[in-house]
Nanobody, 120 residues
């Protein structure tokens, strides 16, 4: 099983910055990609960014150049630095980590989410 705790969300004005942190524990499959997703009211869930085992990263076009995803093995964390925030970035952000369930099979685990609100 995997336990995820997200933090760092809040209310900021357009152009502000936030740093989201996800602390993972348990049977994390470290070789698998890790990701941040977000969902706004009335919108479908969107993949914001992911990072693979090699450290290579991928970003949604809407956040490319403004967001940076990273991981810290020493602290067992997944981070998302968000700069130049826009109102359309508003939503609940979830970290997503692959882990092994009680049967030993890989399973996608989602954190409870942290709210990001960007005012205009």
């Amino acid at each position: 099983q995997v336990h995820l705790v997200e933090s760092g969300g809040g209310l900021v004005q357009t152009g502000g910055s936030l740093r989201l942190v996800c602390v993972a524990s348990g049977r994390v499959v470290t070789i698998a990609p890790m990701a941040w997703h977000r969902q706004a009211p009335g919108k479908q869930r969107e993949l914001v960014a992911n990072i693979v085992n090699s450290g290579a990263t991928n970003y949604a076009d809407s956040v490319k150049g403004r967001f940076t995803i990273s991981k810290d093995g020493a602290n067992n964390t997944l981070n998302l630095q968000m700069n130049n925030l826009k109102p359309e970035d508003t939503g609940v952000y979830h970290c997503t980590v692959w882990g092994r369930n009680e049967q030993g099979l890989p399973e996608d685990y989602w954190g409870p989410g942290t709210q990001v609100t960007v005012s205009s």
